[in-house]
């Protein structure tokens, strides 16, 4: 039987924590403990990690001894709501997000990824890591939250790419074109990825589907960037309408 740790950390596509079924909701309240359970989590779970680092990251504006007096309360309060042993420590200034007791979705997409397991890491990406957060005046933790969040998103779309393919080759088209649209929808940026998608889109002959995706990422990329996709994307494009009349 396999074991399962007693509580769940969610950060893909919202924040939460849980005990089976119960919210602590207690602890989500407080930003500074998301982020220093997702900073934890994520610098691999189980590793420890500086102190200073943790002071520096979620309280740059305090004085060290403000600051490690602010890491030690929140701490107890994970531990408090948790259990001691969720959080573990290795002397006075290492500290370490316990694998045996608290499972985290994002670190699990990352190792169904890297262990080639691409179904089951597609469902573990339940969206954005840690949407909408952010934590004001910590500008390097910021800066590390989004440099993982687009690591997540080009996993997830990497992984949606190589299902597109795989379900071609094994001609499953239905579901080589959905693969291929979330491939895009993850990264929504990349005009690579949205090339490469339009183009088997266009090779499955869903050719109304390629159009859609297409416009979407333009709309898109006009609303938040107030930018067009390149001419290369738009002679790709040219090409596909000139097929779908025939």
């Not at 929140?74 to 709501?81: F, N, P, S």
């Not at 939250?145 to 001609?171: C, G, I, M, N, P």
């Amino acid at each position: 039987m396999t074991y399962a740790p007693p509580y769940a950390l969610i950060l893909l596509g919202g924040v939460s924590l849980r005990e089976g079924k119960r919210e602590l909701d207690h602890v989500l309240v407080n930003a500074k403990a998301i982020g220093l359970l997702a900073y934890l989590a994520l610098s691999t779970v189980g590793r420890f990690v500086r102190r200073d680092t943790l002071v520096g990251l979620l309280w740059p504006e305090l004085t060290q001894a403000r600051a490690r007096t602010a890491l030690r309360k929140t701490v107890h309060l994970v531990r408090h709501a948790m259990s001691a042993e969720a959080l573990i420590s290795r002397g006075d200034e290492d500290i370490a997000l316990s694998p045996s007791v608290v499972w985290c979705d994002a670190v699990a997409f990352a190792e169904a990824v890297d262990g080639g397991a691409l179904a089951s890491a597609l469902q573990l990406y339940g969206g954005e890591l840690l949407p909408g957060f952010h934590l004001a005046g910590c500008w390097e933790f910021d800066n590390w939250l989004e440099a993982a969040r687009v690591d997540a998103r080009e996993r997830a779309s990497a992984v949606a790419w190589a299902l597109a393919r795989r379900f071609e080759t094994d001609h499953n088209l239905s579901d080589a074109a959905g693969m291929a649209r979330r491939s895009v929808r993850f990264s929504w940026n990349d005009e690579r990825a949205l090339r490469r998608a339009v183009t088997m889109l266009d090779r499955l002959g869903d050719r109304a589907g390629a159009l859609s995706l297409f416009e979407d990422f333009a709309s898109r990329l006009r609303l938040e960037l107030n930018a067009e996709p390149s001419p290369e994307t738009f002679e790709l494009i040219t090409r596909v309408r000139s097929r779908v009349h025939i």
